[in-house]
């Protein structure tokens, strides 16, 4: 059940902030640091896939504060389908996941900006200011690595696999087999065999030892 809260009725106009992440006492910490931020308001909290949707629909005009790791949907998806029905609500990803692994493809799926938790409350607050006002937000080296990849005119092996794809590489990576994969993402054999030999041809790489060490390597393993 999607938990709404009512706005001030003192005919101020805060930021309405829609918190979805499935952990109590993540939400329970949000509060408190957005309690303190006078043009703050938590408008909205779910706990899963289905009630991040139905929130982002009811409240309306906000800022959806979005963890990747949501029951009931890969968060890439999730993000992207939020983007879908509401391109005008911004949405601010705050998750585990260090940013050389989901934070290009979150902002490539819609995402106004990314924030790893543990980022300072004075940050998170500034962040969701930057958003609400039509900005991006990323972290000093994140920005630094995107322009120096723009510079380059070059992108990291894994970027250039499609989501499908990566998903499906950091399973591999992880060691589960094409049958658990298959079962995982409700798609057949085939079609994860096919997708596992496009990861193989686009990483240039033979066996799942070789993605395991290239994702270690370069963080992407969790």
């Known amino acids: 059940m999607v938990e709404e809260y009512p706005t001030p009725a003192n005919g101020d106009c805060p930021i309405r902030v829609l918190v979805a992440d499935d952990h109590p006492v993540i939400r329970s910490g949000l509060r408190y640091i957005l309690a303190n931020a006078p043009d703050m308001i ?20 906000g ?15 999730l993000l992207a389908r939020v ?12 998750t585990v996941y ?7 493809r979150a902002l490539r799926a819609g995402a106004s900006g990314y924030l790893v938790k543990g980022t300072a409350a004075d940050e998170l607050v500034g962040a969701i200011r930057k958003v609400s006002n039509g900005g991006r937000y990323v972290s000093a080296s994140l920005a630094e690595r995107l322009a120096s990849d723009l510079t380059r ?15 499906i590489f950091r399973r591999l990576a992880a ?10 993402l409700a798609l057949s054999i085939k079609t994860i065999a096919t ?3 496009r990861v193989f041809q ?18 992407l393993a969790d």
Request: hydrophobic letters at 40%; a negative charge.
């Open 195 to 197: 997708y596992r030999a």
């Open 63 to 77: 800022v959806l504060l979005l963890d990747l790791s949501m029951p009931g949907s890969d968060g890439l998806e």
């Open 175 to 184: 060691g589960q087999s094409t049958r658990a994969i298959s079962e995982d």
């Open 153 to 167: 005119g070059s992108a990291r092996p894994h970027d250039l696999l499609s989501e499908r794809e990566y998903r």
């Open 83 to 94: 983007h879908r029905e509401r391109p005008d609500v911004p949405v601010l990803v705050l």
């Open 98 to 104: 260090p940013e050389d692994q989901f934070a290009v």
């Open 42 to 61: 938590i408008a909205a909290e779910a706990a899963d896939a289905d009630q991040t949707l139905a929130a982002v629909r009811a409240v309306g005009r």
């Open 202 to 219: 686009k990483l240039r790489m033979r066996s799942n030892a070789e993605l395991a060490a290239y994702a270690v390597r370069n963080h």
